[in-house]
């Protein structure tokens, strides 16, 4: 498979998986919107689903999604990223970023559906919070930890499954994703993933979303650095585990 392909198969795959995941959120957040006012398990069940169209789109590079995975894969001492394409620099760069610019598109076709509830909306920390994640007690250091913690299980279980017999594949993905969701994603909003929190942070940030305020760069550095520390350190302990 050449670099190309698989720089195109992660645009698409984060592509749809943001669109689902942001739209979720919008559905559930905005002025108007029929989902307005369902509940938290609605979003985890959102990202969920959302997470499994985006794997099976970007299957052929091996559906990353999520540049913790990537490193995950990289320090579990893996010779393959998908089959036929060897880890090297090369690769892992173009692989990460295939999942930021499909990261940043997903959440522009996102607005776009949701362009007038936007325009709507009055609450500005609100929108900020359809495109990404903030802390529901802001406390860096535990922020923090409470990501490396849901990566961790994310990144870990993704790479035990391929030494299972039961090839359940974007199935278990998702319900893996639903379940951090619903146990650990009350601090941060589960983020688990670098290029989910930073390419709709930036989309908001350049979008002419009308009424908004700032996007929250103070904090944007958790939902990246907490989430490659939990994806590298589940790939070293699947050496020893």
């Excluded at 992660?10 to 592509?15: A, I, K, P, W």
């Excluded at 500005?124 to 919070?129: D, I, S, Y």
């Excluded at 903030?134 to 994310?154: D, H, K, M, Q, S």
């Amino acid at each position: 498979m050449s670099l190309v392909s698989v720089f195109f198969s992660e645009v698409l795959g984060t592509g749809l998986l943001l669109l689902g995941g942001v739209g979720v959120v919008a559905n559930v957040l905005l002025t108007e919107s029929k989902g307005r006012g369902a509940d938290w398990l609605l979003i985890n069940f959102g990202w969920g689903l959302a997470v499994f169209i985006g794997v099976f789109a970007g299957y052929r590079s091996g559906a990353h999604l999520n540049p913790a995975v990537t490193l995950g894969l990289w320090a579990s001492g893996a010779d393959e990223y998908a089959p036929g394409v060897d880890i090297t620099l090369g690769s892992t760069l173009v692989y990460l970023a295939g999942e930021f610019v499909g990261a940043f598109l997903g959440a522009v076709v996102a607005w776009l559906a949701y362009h007038e509830h936007y325009a709507a909306h009055p609450d500005p920390g609100e929108v900020l919070a359809t495109f990404s994640t903030g802390p529901a007690i802001r406390a860096y250091p535990w922020n923090v930890v409470t990501e490396v913690i849901g990566t961790f299980v994310l990144v870990y279980v993704i790479l035990k499954f391929g030494n299972t017999p039961t090839e359940i594949g974007p199935l278990g993905v998702a319900l893996l994703v639903i379940g951090i969701g619903a146990s650990l994603g009350g601090p941060t909003g589960y983020a688990i993933n670098p290029a989910r929190d930073l390419g709709p942070r930036v989309a908001h940030a350049v979008l002419p979303i009308r009424g908004k305020k700032g996007s929250d760069w103070g904090y944007a550095w958790v939902p990246v650095v907490g989430p490659i520390v939990g994806g590298v350190v589940a790939g070293f302990l699947s050496q020893v585990f």
